[in-house]
């Protein structure tokens, strides 16, 4: 293995990849020893680069490209950091974090990232992937460091179109197995992408390609599944290389969606999930205690927990029983796994614990139950986040009321919850969290206040008000001199601007360019906010004489 260096995180993630060490103490390493901008650890061959854009820390990206890290090193797996970001960007949840993938994208392919085969495919660029088809068809055929094909990554990142264009120019190489013997249909089940499955296995009919039990029953391909087991019913229990069941395969991805998607996507895939699942059980699948635990089927864990006490806090996948209980919201299991010594604190994936969970997904009765048997409330995750703020992030308000109600911190300094709704769009858990004394002039994230940020949305007067009612700095600037009037009067927000009036807000303040609130409504041409400026008060001679001229 690769020597440790400064640049690494004791858990083998490199410093300032979870935002541990900071931009600005990363860049002191760099210059130090700019070697480092490349170093690997570890099996997995990744770079800083690699995992800093994993995680879209897109400060830490930008120090790292300014050391000169290499845009196309590829990992152990042939990935390159523009294809793990287009991979979260894909998947990810959340318009915030969908837009900071974005940023990280582009500085990316700013610094040269992008131009072969496998990261277009990624990014689903089809107009390049023609070009380059054109250029030279042999692409087609092309394996990166990991034995996959253009179709493999395409198929991961759940590219339809893209991979649609490679099919047209070639079938047979879309059915090859990678290094791991995977094929694209399988990449494709990783992250559940069913019309990139559903696609591939049409095609696929026509050269005898297989669709395993295990790609079919996680993806969710009710006919598939029972096809495979009308022929073969044995199959049910068959296992996969590491000893797991189909059962416990697809009761993962049912865990999997409902943790990692908002309710509108997963709930596309419950049933047919759900579906599988029940046909698993119907040919005599042995259940195992994360799936009786997430099933909420009380007298199949308390079974399987008298044959095997130590399955308690067993993990699958970054999930013990108590977990998947949380996730799905059955109280009553949690009680049931809590008697038998399970860890109320177990800690999952990001380190989680049971009410992370519970308040990621909204479970209210199971986050009730945590907390009456003592579960810590202010517990962090591995990014320092707390209960409130994923319930924040996710816009659970009713878990977010119970977890006020019994004292949660409602200004923590990492991810500042108020921001966060304000962000998310989630108003009515903003008023909660102001009226129940959130600062509302708290540290500002890019030197953007609450109030700036709120008077940039639409229809949030109420937000607005409730701001300004609990003592919101009505003319804090940001980073580059405007103030919250400026930002509601270049997002043309009317009624913000007029609270902001009411409020006595500095209606001629200018910002770092000498720019007033009336110049920039000039310039976009808002009648109605132009007469509500001139009305109170706003001159800008200089300015006006210059649009006379």
């Not at 308000?397 to 006020?404: D, I, M």
């Not at 700036?452 to 940001?478: F, M, Q, S, T």
Request: glycine share 8%; proline share 3%; charged share 25%.
């Amino acid at each position: 293995a690769a020597p440790s260096t400064r640049l690494h995180l004791d858990n083998g993630r490199y410093c300032g990849a979870s935002d541990r060490c900071g931009s600005g103490h990363l860049e002191k390493l760099l210059q130090e020893n700019p070697d480092l901008a490349n170093a690997r650890r570890g099996p997995d061959g990744r770079t800083p680069l690699h995992y800093a854009a994993d995680l879209s820390h897109f400060d830490i990206v930008k120090v790292l490209l300014k050391y000169g890290a290499d845009v196309n090193a590829q990992d152990a797996k042939g990935r390159t950091p523009l294809q793990l970001a287009a991979h979260r960007h894909a998947t990810e949840i959340g318009y915030y974090l969908s837009v900071m993938w974005s940023y990280t994208i582009e500085a990316l392919l700013d610094h040269g990232a992008g131009e072969d085969v496998f990261d277009n495919a990624a990014l689903g660029r089809w107009d390049r992937l023609l070009k380059l088809i054109c250029k030279d068809r042999t692409c087609l055929c092309a394996r990166d460091a990991g034995g996959n094909t253009p179709y493999h990554i395409a198929a991961w990142n759940g590219k339809t179109d893209a991979l649609e264009l490679l099919l047209e120019h070639g079938i047979r190489v879309a059915f090859t197995e990678n290094n791991e013997g995977k094929t694209a249909i399988d990449m494709a089940a990783e992250d559940g992408h069913k019309s990139v499955a559903e696609l591939l296995l049409r095609l696929g009919a026509h050269f005898d390609a297989p669709c395993d039990i295990f790609s079919a029953a996680t993806l969710g391909l009710v006919r598939e599944v029972r096809k495979q087991l009308e022929e073969n019913p044995g199959i049910a229990n068959a296992t996969d290389s590491e000893g797991k069941t189909v059962l416990r395969c697809v009761s993962a991805r049912w865990r999997k969606e409902k943790f990692f998607w908002r309710e509108w996507r997963y709930e596309q895939k419950e049933e047919a999930l759900h579906a599988v699942i029940d046909l698993l059980l119907e040919h005599s699948a042995k259940m195992d205690i994360w799936t009786a635990a997430s099933l909420g089927r009380k007298n199949d864990v308390a079974a399987l927990l008298k044959t095997d006490p130590a399955l308690v806090d067993a993990f699958e996948d970054d999930f013990a029983p108590i977990h998947c209980a949380a996730l799905m919201g059955h109280a009553e299991v949690i009680d049931l796994l809590l008697d038998n010594g399970a860890s109320i604190e177990a800690r999952g994936m990001w380190s989680c614990t049971p009410l992370h969970i519970a308040a990621w997904t909204g479970q209210k009765e199971a986050a009730e139950t945590l907390l009456n048997r003592g579960a810590d409330i202010e517990a962090r995750t591995s990014v320092g986040v707390t209960p409130l703020f994923i319930a924040v992030y996710e816009g659970q308000l009713p878990v977010v009321e119970l977890l006020v109600e019994n004292g949660a911190d409602v200004n923590t300094a990492e991810g500042q919850p108020l921001l966060w709704a304000i962000w998310e769009g989630h108003s009515e858990i903003a008023k909660l969290l102001i009226r129940s004394g959130a600062d509302v002039n708290l540290p500002k994230d890019w030197g953007r206040s609450a109030l700036w940020n709120a008077v940039n949305r639409a229809d949030y007067d109420d937000v607005i008000e409730c701001l300004l009612e609990h003592g919101a700095k009505v003319d804090e600037p940001d980073d580059e001199g405007l103030t919250p009037l400026h930002a509601a009067v270049r997002s043309c927000n009317l009624k913000a601007a007029e609270l902001l009036v009411r409020y006595g807000t500095e209606i001629n303040a200018k910002d770092k360019r000498g720019k007033t609130p009336l110049k920039w409504a000039l310039d976009a041409e808002h009648e109605a906010v132009v007469d509500l400026l001139r009305r109170h008060g706003a001159t800008d001679l200089n300015w006006e004489k210059e649009d006379r001229l």
